[in-house]
């Protein structure tokens, strides 16, 4: 027997840190990271594992947190796809939950270690994620967190780098990345995103508000903001989307550092607040800026009817003005001075700031608590991402999605990614090793299904409908059905149907 098969044999003691004949990865890092004093007397009670594991110092045994991570993760990473398999596959639609008859082009949403999930799931999927967004546990030792986040620091690194390699692996060429984070390990996380990702990769760490109602406890800075770090696996040239400009503004057509150029603007597309009237060719103008009308033009009832012929320092071309008033975008030509201004009928989505708030249509924590509790007449999540919050950074980079694209979370938490994603027709996989995965993000989907309006669903005009798949990852043969066998089997090859149906 080998040294993990040992480990394995000796853990089987304690069903808090292996389910048959797997290791629960992430009970077993927290147990490490808390010294478990179960877990030390375990480890101790074997004389193998007390020689691998602890030294002594100054006659004292101390355990040896890292390599013990080490050892465990060098054995992850050789977990065979032929050892492990999915199983408790349902399929579920506004119609009930039946046994999935086609796969193609589904939701997935799948129990398990996120590491070994995401191991399993890149055969199907390498290459094919267009965005990524993760909430992970921020590392504050905050225990009121469905997740258990007090990691230290080194080990929190060592559980999310995993991961995150992977993810840069199922990305598709343009896709993005999107980590939410507070300031506990905001600059380690960018420092080995830098690494994974590469530096000219980042996009932006986008501030976001958070709260409106800060604690009153801190002594040195009441905390209002989470960080959103932002990677694309190979940045390009695609503009990210802003809040569209609704507000429109006269916008002056001169420009002093503009070479001068004669511009002919056409009869009856010119409003003015000028009387009737003819008005004479000549020098007009203001201090500012020197206008000359070259011909005799003339006005009634508030537009020129006979074509604006000037010279000045304009910043446009005879094309680009050409082009702007057959898109329909307003030009006037309101004073004696004939000096001209435009107002365009739409305008090109400007980029989004670094910072968001409310001002971007974007809810805080407390208003999404609300929000969840009210869908589930209770509370069932402390501090959940707001709907919207999730909603605008997709829409952020809508010029790069598509329907069929798929977003990806693999700390799916109470299911807001899931969520939004299904409301706004994307695809989506939602991956979530706690065991309140049916009862807190299934349940919130299938409320999705039957069409919910909290979050985002009124401003989106969600009536429900649509379907996703669950399943649960095992390395656990014995647990395999043999329809169990089949779906897995079809998973992976992307057929469409079960038994020839």
Same mark, same amino acid.
């Given at each position: 027997?080998?040294?993990?098969?040992?480990?394995? *044999?000796?853990?089987?003691?304690?069903?808090?840190?292996?389910?048959?004949?797997?290791?629960?990865?992430?009970?077993?890092?927290?147990?490490?990271?808390?010294?478990?004093?179960?877990?030390?007397?375990?480890?101790?009670?074997?004389?193998?594992?007390?020689?691998?594991?602890?030294?002594? /110092?100054?006659?004292?045994?101390?355990?040896?947190?890292?390599?013990?991570?080490?050892?465990?993760?060098?054995?992850?990473?050789?977990?065979?796809?032929?050892?492990?398999?999915?199983?408790?596959?349902?399929?579920?639609?506004?119609?009930?939950?039946?046994?999935?008859?086609? !796969?193609?082009?589904?939701?997935?949403?799948?129990? &398990?270690?996120?590491?070994?999930?995401?191991?399993?799931?890149?055969?199907?999927?390498?290459?094919?994620?267009?965005?990524?967004?993760?909430?992970?546990?921020?590392?504050?030792?905050?225990?009121?967190?469905?997740?258990?986040?007090?990691?230290?620091?080194?080990?929190?690194?060592?559980?999310?780098?995993?991961?995150?390699?992977?993810?840069?692996?199922? !990305?598709?060429?343009?896709?993005?990345?999107? /980590?939410?984070?507070?300031?506990?390990?905001?600059?380690?996380?960018?420092?080995?995103?830098?690494?994974?990702?590469?530096?000219?990769?980042?996009?932006?760490?986008?501030?976001?508000?958070?709260?409106?109602?800060?604690?009153?406890?801190?002594?040195?800075?009441?905390?209002?903001?989470?960080?959103?770090?932002?990677?694309?696996?190979?940045?390009?040239?695609?503009?990210?989307?802003?809040?569209?400009?609704?507000?429109? *503004?006269?916008?002056?057509?001169?420009?002093?550092?503009?070479?001068?150029?004669?511009?002919?603007?056409?009869?009856?597309?010119?409003?003015?607040?000028?009387?009737? &009237?003819?008005?004479?060719?000549?020098?007009?103008?203001?201090?500012?800026?020197?206008?000359?009308?070259?011909?005799?033009?003339?006005?009634?009832?508030? /537009?020129?009817?006979?074509?604006?012929?000037?010279? &000045?320092?304009?910043?446009?071309?005879?094309?680009?003005?050409?082009?702007?008033?057959?898109?329909?975008?307003? /030009?006037?030509?309101?004073?004696?001075?004939?000096?001209?201004?435009?107002?365009?009928?739409?305008?090109?989505?400007?980029?989004?700031?670094?910072?968001?708030?409310?001002?971007?249509?974007?809810?805080?924590?407390?208003?999404?608590?609300?929000?969840?509790?009210?869908?589930?007449?209770?509370?069932?999540?402390?501090?959940?991402?707001?709907?919207?919050?999730?909603?605008?950074?997709?829409?952020?980079?809508?010029?790069?999605?598509?329907?069929?694209?798929?977003?990806?979370?693999?700390?799916?938490?109470?299911?807001?990614?899931?969520?939004?994603?299904?409301?706004?027709?994307?695809?989506?996989?939602?991956?979530?090793?706690?065991?309140?995965?049916?009862?807190?993000?299934?349940?919130?989907?299938?409320?999705? !299904?039957?069409?919910?309006?909290?979050?985002?669903?009124?401003?989106?005009?969600?009536?429900? &409908?649509?379907?996703?798949?669950?399943?649960?990852?095992?390395?656990?043969?014995?647990?395999?059905?043999?329809?169990?066998?089949?779906?897995?089997?079809?998973?992976?090859?992307?057929?469409?149907?079960?038994?020839?149906?």
């Amino acid at each position: 027997m080998n040294s993990y098969e040992h480990l394995k *044999s000796i853990l089987k003691k304690n069903s808090n840190y292996i389910n048959n004949d797997a290791i629960k990865t992430n009970a077993l890092i927290q147990a490490v990271n808390d010294l478990d004093v179960k877990l030390l007397g375990l480890l101790l009670s074997s004389s193998i594992l007390k020689k691998q594991f602890f030294k002594k /110092v100054d006659a004292i045994l101390v355990f040896d947190k890292i390599e013990f991570i080490k050892f465990i993760e060098e054995h992850e990473n050789e977990l065979m796809l032929n050892d492990s398999a999915f199983i408790n596959w349902a399929h579920y639609s506004k119609k009930g939950v039946t046994t999935p008859k086609s !796969l193609k082009n589904e939701n997935f949403i799948i129990k &398990g270690d996120n590491y070994q999930v995401l191991q399993a799931i890149k055969p199907k999927f390498k290459g094919k994620i267009k965005c990524i967004y993760i909430d992970p546990p921020y590392n504050t030792g905050n225990e009121s967190f469905s997740y258990k986040d007090k990691y230290a620091s080194s080990l929190w690194l060592k559980q999310i780098e995993k991961c995150l390699k992977i993810a840069h692996e199922l !990305l598709t060429p343009d896709g993005v990345l999107f /980590v939410s984070c507070d300031d506990n390990e905001f600059a380690y996380l960018k420092v080995l995103l830098d690494t994974i990702f590469k530096r000219e990769n980042f996009i932006e760490h986008f501030s976001w508000k958070k709260t409106d109602t800060p604690s009153n406890l801190p002594k040195k800075s009441k905390k209002v903001l989470e960080y959103i770090l932002c990677y694309e696996k190979s940045k390009d040239a695609v503009k990210y989307k802003g809040v569209p400009k609704t507000s429109r *503004s006269s916008n002056g057509l001169m420009n002093q550092t503009n070479a001068v150029k004669t511009l002919v603007f056409p009869k009856n597309k010119i409003d003015t607040a000028l009387p009737n &009237g003819t008005y004479k060719k000549g020098s007009y103008g203001t201090k500012s800026y020197a206008i000359e009308l070259l011909e005799d033009t003339e006005v009634k009832k508030g /537009v020129f009817i006979k074509p604006v012929k000037l010279k &000045g320092k304009f910043k446009w071309s005879q094309k680009n003005l050409d082009k702007e008033l057959a898109k329909g975008t307003k /030009v006037s030509i309101r004073s004696i001075a004939f000096s001209t201004s435009y107002e365009k009928a739409a305008y090109e989505v400007e980029a989004p700031l670094n910072y968001i708030d409310s001002k971007m249509g974007v809810d805080t924590t407390e208003n999404a608590g609300r929000e969840l509790s009210q869908l589930f007449g209770k509370e069932v999540f402390t501090y959940p991402k707001s709907e919207s919050l999730i909603a605008y950074l997709l829409h952020m980079i809508s010029n790069k999605l598509s329907k069929d694209d798929y977003v990806l979370d693999f700390y799916l938490g109470s299911g807001t990614t899931a969520a939004v994603a299904h409301k706004l027709g994307y695809k989506y996989i939602g991956i979530e090793h706690m065991d309140y995965i049916k009862e807190i993000p299934v349940k919130r989907l299938i409320k999705v !299904l039957e069409g919910e309006q909290t979050g985002i669903s009124k401003a989106n005009n969600w009536n429900g &409908g649509g379907t996703f798949v669950y399943a649960e990852f095992t390395s656990d043969t014995m647990k395999v059905t043999k329809t169990d066998a089949e779906i897995t089997t079809i998973f992976y090859a992307d057929s469409q149907l079960l038994n020839g149906e």
